[in-house]
């Protein structure tokens, strides 16, 4: 296998050390991004004079030919990108090749690179962050009036709405872009001219590849530019964070779309077969996303594991910070997609939904709600209304089913009027607290997502 070493080795490595060794097949996932730091390392190199502007003109104009050709014109019979793209330099425009590298080792260009990859990617993940809260928006708009239980221990607790219920994803996902918009600053410091680990004794101007690459400055302890991978790690738990949310929405969609539910019909488009059982219409997006999450989770805890007691100055462990990374931010970018593919197809059984509050007893709470407010102290006021649902069971009927006669006949000390509350849509329309999901305050909560929304990035979280 062809080297960017071997001076002084006089055999060659075994095939299975050039094997165990080799990235080249995930480095490809940030060509681009090595190509980019070499660019400003050349342009750098040429205007501190540590090499001649001619020079440096020629080596960017031959990563520019490399750029344009794209990785298919690679060798992938190497150890890395780096020297993939440096033989090719070689090639393109011969020996003054050997001038790039002045004043640089792999072990700053790597993290720099791996700084770069992260950047666009996350720029990436936060636009699919975005478009999936522009469906919650459209769908917690549309269905904001859409009676649904909502639950508590899994047992139906109070009505609510479908908008409602969407819109707490919504702001899941806020706080996602948030997160990773915070790690995004802290990642965004720049390792090129750290050298191997302790800088270098040309001149060279390291704010200048700094700017260049719209870093916000360069890191300045040279050991610790080439030695971190915190940011990798931030990154992987800001994954994680995510995929359990897309797993948790899985779950829904999971639940909901089974017979015992029948909430939500999802698309052809996004369900599967069965070999054998011609009625089946699997869900089986939500169950890997559900089934994926898991790996995304290990790939946090995989690196935090290289990186614990690793001592100072590059190590080759840290390599394996990059397969967990692109494992993880391409499990998220897809379940992203797929969340919202789903969500785009999906028929919601608005009427099963609704008649699913039918006889559940959720709107026990508002019951006890309305005599608390006439006076009775709530403690009183649940003892109460739990007297009625005995008498409801008793006589087995339904709470909005109860009359006034039954009513008395339970609990004579209640109201008739109490009974204006026993609708599932009464129940929702009074809960106009702050966050609730009432009518008034569901506007209010919609009003406020679409600022947040429409706002560039996520720098707000509510
Ligand atoms: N493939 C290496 C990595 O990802 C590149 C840096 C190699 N540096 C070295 N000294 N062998 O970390």
């Keep these: 296998m062809k080297k960017l ?7 060659s490595t075994a095939d299975l050390v050039d094997r165990f060794g080799q990235t080249i097949h995930t480095d490809l996932n940030f060509w681009q991004e090595d190509i980019i730091g070499s660019v400003a390392h050349a342009r750098m190199l040429g205007e501190t004079g540590i090499i001649t502007k001619e020079e440096a003109k020629i080596i960017y104009d031959g990563l520019e030919k490399i750029h344009d050709d794209g990785p298919e014109a690679l060798r992938l019979d190497v150890e890395d990108i780096h020297t993939a793209i440096e033989l090719r330099l070689y090639e393109l425009v011969g020996d003054v090749a050997g001038k790039l590298h002045t004043a640089r080792s792999r072990n700053d260009q790597v993290a720099t690179a791996a700084r770069l990859m992260l950047h666009n990617e996350l720029l990436i993940v936060l636009d699919l962050i975005k478009s999936l809260q522009g469906e919650l928006l459209v769908q917690g708009e549309k269905y904001k009036s859409a009676i649904m239980p909502g639950f508590t221990h899994q047992q139906h607790a109070q009505p609510i709405t479908l908008g409602f219920h969407l819109m707490a994803h919504f702001w899941a996902l806020q706080r996602h872009g948030h997160r990773a918009e915070q790690l995004f600053k802290l990642a965004n410091y720049c390792p090129l001219g750290a050298a191997a680990l302790a800088g270098t004794s040309f001149p060279i101007d390291r704010q200048m590849t700094s700017d260049e690459l719209g870093f916000t400055a360069p890191i300045p302890n040279a050991l610790d530019a080439t030695s971190d991978r915190s940011f990798i790690m931030d990154a992987l738990h800001v994954c994680a964070l995510i995929m359990i949310d897309l797993s948790r929405i899985s779950q829904e969609l999971v639940l909901f779309s089974g017979r015992e539910f029948g909430f939500i019909k999802l698309a052809d488009s996004v369900t599967t077969g069965s070999s054998i059982m011609p009625q089946k219409r699997n869900p089986d997006m939500a169950e890997l996303i559900r089934g994926r999450t898991g790996r995304v989770i290990a790939n946090w805890v995989t690196l935090a594991t290289v990186m614990k007691g690793l001592p100072l100055g590059y190590n080759r462990d840290t390599q394996e910070d990059k397969p967990p990374l692109f494992d993880s931010l391409g499990k998220v970018k897809d379940s992203l997609q797929l969340i919202q593919l789903q969500l785009e197809s999906c028929e919601w059984q608005l009427d099963t939904m609704r008649d699913a509050t039918k006889g559940d007893f959720s709107t026990a709470t508002d019951l ?15 003892e109460m209304v739990g007297k009625v649902v005995i008498g409801c069971n008793e006589r087995n009927i339904t709470l909005e089913d109860l009359d006034e006669k039954s009513l008395n006949e339970i609990c004579p000390e209640i109201p008739v009027e109490a009974l204006s509350v026993l609708q599932p849509e009464d129940s929702v329309k009074r809960r106009e607290s702050f966050g609730a999901p009432g009518p008034k305050a569901m506007d209010v909560q919609l009003a406020q997502a679409m600022k947040v929304f429409e706002s560039r990035g996520f720098e707000e979280i509510v």
């Design 5 to 11: 070493w071997g001076g002084a080795f006089s055999e």
């Design 368 to 382: 006890a709600d309305y005599l608390a407010s006439n006076g009775t102290p709530f403690r009183e006021a649940h």
